[in-house]
């Protein structure tokens, strides 16, 4: 399945390319549809609320491009942070075994509430039981987020508020159509682009929120084996991003659930994450952790974030229960 | 004080403003404390109702964590005392219908590490990998036991004493409900 690219995305490219290509050397490609001085700068500032790696210089006062794969820098991102508290310590790394493994050193040295670590290459990327994840540097924003006071039992609910934040983003930023996977995998028709994993901090008050997006990879770009089944921003939505922007949109929504949850509680969140989530209804495989695979119907999800899964009927099965683990593969439905 | 007298105490405190409550009585010292951090006992996280995230909403359900020491362990421990320790295990469940291992008995010396949330237990870092301890290896304060998951939430169990694991009270990739027992541990 592939998303539509409209007239006005291949107006918005051509105006694109036609400002990176002087600065990136390459030839100028025809624009497909060439917009009028007025109206190219109303393009422009779309573009620029769209995430492109387009941006006014008030010193020369025109429209500029970026490179969208240019390396991360601190001092950019927090330029542009429109946060109360969240990333304003921010912690930037060139390279980083795991951006959770450094929060964890940094919750060891008491480090203020929502500190950032932000990777530009990870070493060793993981995700849930070890599993690799693949974070080369330039295309992605991998980050954790140090969030506190959240003791263990009720820090699961910051893995759907995180995938939330994540999905709105991709939806009203990049315009794709994202859903979650339960718990908290971000896919786009069908394919991951956004992991997530949340370590309780050894101070039993702080959570660390271990964020994946794949923004700018090509398909090539992607390991053999994950070429099916993983994607990136660009991928979908056929043009280029900035990530300097994203994870500042990413913060912003983050921080505001957050706030939103300590104040009225969880409702809003979990209803928002009901309305987002493409398990709920779903035909589905359960791969539990002790091997055992089940397959049957998810039909909601429990205030407490575990699906409630009605077994196909065998046996005693059929009846409806609570699963908190297990990884859960989409079925097609047949028709 | 018998474990109904108890369970008054804890659901009066529960009701009241108190966050604090210290008591001494024949041979048993009670000491009852309410977390109004943002908290959820395990009973209530199976069911998690997150309203109990609301500050108000959080005074009011707060579990409250009850430590029960001997005073002087006479070798005869007070009979009272293993059953007081089973019944706070049991406390939250009134709350939420819940499965609740009894405590084991205790035992002299000897100390039991329990799950800090309701999730599935991992005893290595990722399948196949060896176990993060086995029955009968030293551990050391900060080490790390077991993992605990829940929805892609990772909990690393870390132990804070010294001592012998002697018993291992779970089976790898098992769910744990809150507060059962994980590790026997002899304190060295």
Known sequence: MEISIGERQKTKMAIYEALANPLAGRPVAAPAAPAAPGEQAALLAEMAAEGWPVYFDTALAQWQARDGRRLLSAA????????????????????????????????????????????????????????????????GLWFSVILSPFAPAGAALLSFLTAVAVCRVIREVAGLPAVLKWPNDVMICGRKVCGILLEAGSDGQSVIVGVGLNVSQRRDEFPAALQETATSLALEARRPFDRPFLLAAILSQIETRVETLIDTGSAALMDEYRSLCATIGKRVRIDFPNSIAEYGVVSGVADSGAVIFIPDAIGAGGRAREVMAGDITHLRTQT | MNLKELKELIEAMNRSAITHFEMEQEGLKLSLRKD??????????????????????????????????????????????????????????????AVVTPAPAVEEGITVIKSPMVGVFYEAPQPGAPPFVKIGDQISEGQVLCIIE??????????????????????????AEFGQPLFKVKIK
């Open chain 2, 36 to 97: 109004t951090a943002l908290q959820i006992n395990g009973a209530q996280a199976t069911a998690m109702t997150m309203s109990a995230l609301s500050p108000a909403a959080a005074a009011a359900n707060a579990p409250i964590a009850v430590a029960a020491v001997p005073i002087a362990a006479p070798p005869t421990a007070p009979a009272n005392l293993p059953a007081a320790t089973a019944m706070l295990a049991a406390a939250p469940a009134a709350v939420t219908p």
């Open chain 2, 150 to 175: 829940a929805m892609k939430l990772m909990n690393e169990v870390q132990a804070e004493i010294e001592g012998t694991i002697v018993d291992i009270l779970i089976k790898n990739e098992e769910m």
């Open chain 1, 76 to 139: 950019e991102i927090g330029a542009q942070l429109p946060t109360k508290w969240l990333g304003h310590n921010l912690l930037y790394y060139a390279e980083a075994d795991s951006t959770n493994l450094m929060a964890k050193l940094c919750i060891a040295q008491q480090v203020p509430r929502g500190t950032v670590i932000v990777a530009e290459k990870q070493t060793a990327g993981r995700g849930r039981l070890l599993r690799h994840w693949v974070s080369l540097p330039r295309v």
